[in-house]
């Protein structure tokens, strides 16, 4: 269902179109659109490529380039899409494409002149920033992704501390101006195609109102978060039996450095922890095995590959292999983060990483692939079309696929010998470890939309923007950080996906369908035990009923491709309930007698 269109404009609007404002001028309109979409994409996915793996002033100034004519395209093919959207007696396909258009942009300019060019010059300007960003330890400078993976190891509370603030001061804090002044233009824009905000345009491209989407999601919360609590409750006292009151006390948040990652958003390095004695060494350590193989960086992306050929999908192709960056340069400035691309719309599939040879990647690539196949898998669909069912799809086929690097897996890969498959007794371990992981993710993921979507609709002010931010990472993560704030502070921009404006609802979502997909696909092959246990590596049925939810694309709302691959048309929380039940009957005896919750 899609927002409010706004009443139309004067006679300018109409003797804009070029097509008249029927139903075969509307699907004359879409055939032109997409034409002209596809022809730029490929273009534009290449200037946006090379600045990603080459950040000089050069190639920010071709990105913004290249991205200024895009939003210029877009804030264009939106609105007049708005207009084509009220006409009567569209088809199915061509009502579908004009709200995907009028929706498209994640940042919308007004139509103003230079808004457009503006918006683009901040964006880029804030994502370089992001790549650039460093922090510091005893004076010592350290990259993002250094930093990223020293907060995982490191277990000295000052040494943590430092890391933390100087991350998220020498990134976060320059950023404020540059995003107070992004959301003003793109919240005019919004509105110009007639959403009320930025963020009501994003929460309407889900097949519902914005108000759907935001009572579905406060649902899903709430049907997982007694697990979480437990998991936070539990974490806690571990880490106040590690370091004292002093540093971590019984009761109340969590410190936000001590839990094994820059923004507190995954806990599964700090698994030493917390591991249960007895059932906590689960027999084998992901990194140990790979170090061991002599698995390169490469090795990990083409065992990745594997996974996905032995469900029938076919290889990627050799232009993968030859244009992926893989590994970081040693010449130049990139943007390290991971990400998958689809350069021409057709076949140009490439990985962009800075691997390390550890677990953390090794899972990391599974998922970054899973990108990769869904772009292959409907790519023989209009252009308008060329997206996944909605974006927690995207996020969550390599996410799946990920939950199946089990025990079962690793052995029939070869990495973990027969006899070191844990037994039974290490369950509470294994799921202890994912639960780290993939429980703990749970309010972050909602929350650092549920600020933005604050930000964009002025309940949160730029008066305020870092106080909202700590605010509601006590409220949902129940975290809190090592050092005093405020708000010459801008904590959001320390974590990618603001600076980068990547909407993220869509791995909220992902954490829940990755464990609805994984118990359809484990059902699909008849796996009998327990579904923490089940390994569908191998299966060719679940590769074809997985490749015809992918080969769907955006073509219809997403409960159809849902059902197409799991039988159920509602995201749920209760696989992943399922999934982690023995685990939150341990947790919750481990608990008995502690008082929970911040």
Known sequence: MAAEIPAEAPAAAAAAAAYPLT??????????????????GTISGRAQWVNATYLTDDTDALAAYFGTIGTEKGVKYASDAARYARVEGLDFDTARKLNILRGALVLAAPSTPGAAAELNTIATRLQSNYGKGRASLHGKVLTGDDVEAMMGTNRNPAELAEMWKTWHENVGRPMRPDYTRMVEIANAGAKDLGYGDSGSMWRSQYDMTPQQFSAMYDRLWSEVKPLYDDLHCYTRTKLNQKYGNAVQPASGPIRADLLGNMWAQEWGNIYDIVAPKGAGDVGYDTTDLLVKAKYTPEKMVRTGEG???????????????????????????????????????????????????????????????GHNYYQ????????????GANDGFHEAIGDFIALSITPEYLTQIGLLDKSKVPSADKDTGLLLRQAMDKVAFLPFGLLVD??????????????????????LKRQYQGITPPVARSESDFDPGAKFHIPGNTPYARYFLARLLQFQFYKAA??????????????????????????????????????????AFTGNRDISGKPMIEYFAPLHAWLKQQNAGKQCGW
């Open 450 to 471: 549920k600020w933005r979507w604050g930000v964009f609709d002025g309940s949160i002010t730029p008066a305020n923007y870092n106080q909202a931010w700590v605010d």
């Open 522 to 563: 484990c059902d699909i092959s008849g796996w009998k035990g327990p579904l923490h246990r089940c390994s569908f590596y191998g299966n060719k049925q679940v590769g074809a009923r997985l490749n015809a939810m992918l080969a769907m694309g955006a073509s219809k709302p997403w409960p159809d491709a849902l059902e």
């Open 376 to 387: 292959r898998a409907y790519n023989q669909q209009p252009y308008l079309y060329l997206n």
């Open 23 to 40: 139903p075969d001028g509307a699907r004359a309109f879409i055939a032109e659109v997409e034409k002209d979409l596809y022809d730029f």
């Open 307 to 369: 996974f996905y050929k032995s469900l029938g999908l076919a290889p990627l192709p050799a232009s993968f292999w030859e244009r992926s960056q893989i590994t970081r340069p040693r010449d130049r400035e990139v943007i390290c983060h991971a990400s998958a691309w689809d350069v021409d719309q057709k076949d140009d599939l490439r990985i962009k990483m800075c691997t390390k040879v550890n677990g953390d990647d090794f899972v990391t690539i599974h998922h970054e692939l």
